[in-house]
């Protein structure tokens, strides 16, 4: 909610401080015509060395072999596998004459890597990020530009990349001291930081969950970065820029977040505005990388100007067709250096290129990577640092809750509250999906921090905790949620912001005066805790006792589930049943894992839920209390979590025993296989085995086992429903076909061609429990059953957490460095309440450890794990 646009931000005057109040949700890829290839000119080099404002005929670079995978894996390790996510074969920090075409070594190591080459205003430095040869970790560096006085700044074992001088004397950069992985992925995550050219007084400028990278100083003084995040929405489509003050104040859109897809990366001012008017951020050059990225930012070459807002689809203009252009930099305003593969380029505004460099040596993967002008420049405005770390809260301004893009039918004083989420980060992860901690919904665990109250005119004025993602959820008289915030906002310590409204349009003003909004007549509201709540949610421990008193009843396995919807906690190979049958049809909310956000008022959360509608519409005479009815809508408006620990990621999933031939040869007449017959392409579970058993599935069942799964769908939560693992003989794959007077439901019926034994009742698939096929899928059951309770679940008596779950715990100073995981009782939901709780800002001189700086000291004082 709270963000601003670049040129058209409005501040609101509160006790004296400034409100950053506009917002900014990005243009995305506008569709201006670009060149249909590269086209060559011999000029380019002549118009640099000729023109003024070039200022240098020198540039530096770096050398160093290209990353594989994603955009951002270029640092650190694979959570499970453990293998390094760099690029090999050495690196080079470079300095090159473009008059005489010579080239000058600063730094050569043959095993280490070099990146990110930084220019100082006096141009007599560089700054850059340095790996040692032999190490696994980058720090930062400064060296002189002839290559003498290297000095490292920063040390430790996280990686510290892109580093920029600011112009108050310090650094901002991007570190993995945040101490967290990619949701959605199985590396670490990368976020904001500041010290000084010391290397002292690190501290985070971001609560980001999710990657940011590549910061530039904005003419204005301002961070311009790409920042990268998805909250309850599309994990692949929204990383855009966005600009923050050097003291971390003031987060706002500058272009692209209101169109998704794309990566819009290695962002640069090209220079002050010329036009008339008030100073702004000027155009500035970036690299359009296509979808969800490619590796080691490659892309188009695009212009963006953000005059016309954040929002604008023409405000960008591709200069180039081709996706293959990397690190942009203005070395006039109409010329650029890039780096494409091994080359070094001039290219102008229509696209132009001239070459000038090749690298000869190193192998096919050895790359080019960040050209530099080195030359003087000035400083940009130093913006006063605005922050109090005496304080640990911020406080926020809304404007107007129903004024925005999309809230249509909101009346007047129909919200009443605001709903205070915090969205929690991941101390490890695996894989691309959230499972099991939630299916098909959040990647993240949330926080209920409380309510505050919003204002008959539609204001709201109140206090958050610094430097925790927060995001905001708005409520109706009977609690119901009527809009959901789904991205995040943070405070740092002592700032005042604000927000003109719930997803305005990024240029909307203020609809009155600051002094005319009825939350600013009284002090900042604190946060209403919700009495009897947990923090964070848990299926099995807080839903499912309610079911149980209320619900199972008539929704269980003793005759076909009503409606399809069971609601017993019986396990199934990820899920319980119960979980399932709410998140898959749709009861409990509404996927959100692949959707875009800003729905429509109530189309999403407890306000859209058909199961609130059930239970408070008395359901068969059920008469839930009002504390359990609150309970199901906050599950609901944390999107719907399953295990309420991340120690439960990698962990209770078992492969599925399948008797193909028996199913093949008993079900296939009325649930046939693929059309082609082949084996569809499976989702795999966190620890990288197949959800079903290859062992277990013979070679003489190969062939039918091959044919029979697509019966079961393409991903494992295709048998969550089949087998029962809390009670194998109650499975509904058993059940649906076993006659009703053997105990079954009998709805499954052969078909006059299949199944032609005449000894087997015609009225059911399995006349009795003797019949040797009905065993046979049973001992499947029973097998599953067995590797479940060997591995165990989160939910079950002696559940142990993955190793790497407990590596990284140790790493980040959670857990003791020698407990033995495998005979030392661990709670994890201690563990995860600690590992959360060292993340929050303290005051300086409190005992307690800085934010992302390590474990607190203090016991904090969680519930047991169930």
């Not at 009002?626 to 990621?649: F, H, M, Q, V």
């Not at 003989?729 to 006659?739: D, I, N």
């Not at 009905?774 to 142990?800: N, S, W």
């Not at 307690?848 to 794990?865: I, Y």
């Amino acid at each position: 909610m709270p963000e601003t646009p670049g040129s058209h931000r409005r501040r609101l005057e509160i006790a004296g401080a400034v409100c950053a109040i506009v917002s900014g949700v990005f243009c995305a890829a506008g569709r201006a015509a670009a060149p249909r290839g590269p086209r060559r000119s011999g000029d380019l080099l002549a118009r640099v060395l000729s023109d003024p404002e070039a200022r240098s005929e020198e540039i530096v670079f770096a050398v160093r072999g290209a990353a594989g995978g994603h955009w951002y894996e270029t640092f650190g390790r694979d959570a499970k596998l453990q293998a390094w996510r760099y690029g090999r074969g050495g690196g080079r920090l470079c300095r090159l004459n473009l008059r005489t075409g010579r080239v000058t070594t600063l730094l050569a190591d043959a095993e280490g890597g070099v990146r990110d080459p930084h220019v100082h205003y006096d141009a007599g430095k560089v700054l850059f990020s340095y790996r040692k040869g032999g190490t696994h970790t980058h720090h930062l560096y400064e060296i002189n530009v002839d290559g003498t006085g290297r000095r490292q700044i920063t040390d430790g074992p996280w990686d510290d990349i892109e580093p920029i001088y600011t112009p108050a004397g310090e650094i901002v950069f991007i570190s993995s001291r945040c101490r967290s992985y990619v949701p959605c992925w199985c590396t670490q995550v990368a976020i904001l930081y500041a010290c000084g050219r010391d290397g002292r007084n690190i501290r985070p400028l971001s609560s980001n969950t999710e990657h940011e990278n590549t910061p530039q100083v904005l003419p204005d003084g301002r961070i311009l970065y790409t920042r990268w995040e998805y909250i309850d929405r599309n994990n692949v489509a929204f990383h855009h820029l966005w600009t923050v003050n050097p003291d971390g104040t003031g987060q706002m859109t500058f272009f692209g977040n209101a169109h998704p897809n794309g990566v819009y990366i290695d962002a640069m001012p090209i220079g002050p505005r010329r036009r008339g008017g008030p100073a702004g951020t000027g155009e500035v050059v970036m690299v359009y990388s296509p979808g969800h990225g490619r590796s080691e930012h490659r892309g188009r070459i695009a212009i963006v100007d953000p005059e016309a807002g954040p929002d604008r689809l023409a405000s960008m203009r591709f200069i180039t067709r081709a996706a293959d252009y990397r690190d942009p930099c203005p070395i006039t305003p109409g010329i650029f250096l890039v780096a494409r593969g091994k080359q070094l380029l001039l290219m102008d505004r229509q696209g132009a290129t001239q070459p000038v460099y090749t690298l000869r040596e190193g192998g096919r993967q050895w790359w080019v990577h960040e050209p530099r002008p080195l030359r003087c420049r000035p400083r940009e405005p130093v913006i006063p640092d605005r922050t109090d770390p005496g304080r640990t809260t911020g406080s926020l301004v809304l404007a107007d809750v129903r004024r925005g893009r999309n809230l249509p039918g909101v009346g007047a004083g129909e919200i009443r509250k605001l709903l205070i989420l915090e969205t929690l980060p991941k101390p490890i992860s695996f894989n691309g999906w959230m499972g099991p901690v939630s299916f098909k919904r959040s990647y993240f665990l949330k926080r209920i921090l409380g309510t505050v109250p919003v204002e008959p005119d539609g204001s709201a004025h109140f206090e958050l905790p610094a430097l925790r993602p927060v995001l905001f959820v708005a409520l109706d008289e009977a609690d119901h949620a009527v809009k959901h915030m789904r991205s995040f906002t943070s405070v740092m310590p002592g700032e005042t912001t604000g927000c003109v409204g719930c997803h305005e349009a990024r240029t909307d003003v203020p609809p009155v005066r600051p002094g005319e909004l009825q939350a600013l007549r009284k002090p900042p509201a604190a946060i209403t805790p919700l009495a009897g709540v947990p923090g964070v949610l848990d299926f099995p421990r807080d839903i499912q006792p309610i079911l149980d008193r209320h619900c199972i009843r008539c929704h269980n396995y003793d005759r076909p589930p009503p409606a399809d919807l069971p609601l017993i906690g019986a396990r199934g190979v990820w899920f319980s049943h119960s979980y399932f049958a709410l998140t898959s049809s749709g009861y409990a909310s509404v996927e959100s894992w692949r959707r875009l956000s800003n729905d429509p008022p109530r189309k999403y959360g407890s306000g859209a839920a058909r199961i609130v509608k059930v239970i408070e519409g008395g359901h068969h005479k059920t008469r839930l209390s009002a504390e359990e009815k609150k309970l199901i809508r906050l599950w609901i408006d944390c999107n719907s979590p399953y295990a309420g620990t991340y120690a439960a990621l990698g962990t209770g999933m078992v492969p599925l025993r399948v008797s193909g031939d028996v199913l093949l040869r008993r079900c296939g007449a009325c649930h046939p296989p693929g059309k082609d017959g082949k084996l569809p392409r499976f989702k795999e579970s966190y620890g990288h085995e197949p959800w079903f058993d290859r062992n277990y599935a013979s070679a003489s069942r190969w062939p039918a086992l091959r044919r029979t799964l697509p019966m079961l769908g393409d991903h494992p939560a295709g048998a969550e429903r089949l087998y029962n693992l809390t009670a194998p003989e109650k499975s509904p794959v058993l059940l649906a076909p076993l006659a009703k007077a053997a105990g079954g439901w009998g709805v499954c019926r052969p078909r006059k061609k299949a199944n032609t034994s005449p000894a087997r009742d015609a009225a059911a698939v399995f006349a009795d429990t003797a019949d040797p096929d009905y065993r046979k899928i049973l001992a499947d059951v029973r097998a599953t059953r067995r590797a479940l309770d060997e591995v165990k679940r989160f939910d079950m008596p002696g559940f142990r957490p993955s190793r790497h779950y407990v590596r990284e715990m140790k790493r980040y100073g959670i857990l003791p460095p020698g407990l033995e995981a495998a005979r030392e009782p661990i709670d994890v939901y201690a563990t995860d309440e600690t590992y959360w709780r060292s993340f929050w800002h303290v005051r300086p001189g409190s005992g307690s450890r800085a934010p992302h700086g390590g474990a607190r000291t203090e016991d904090v004082g969680c519930r047991e794990q169930p």
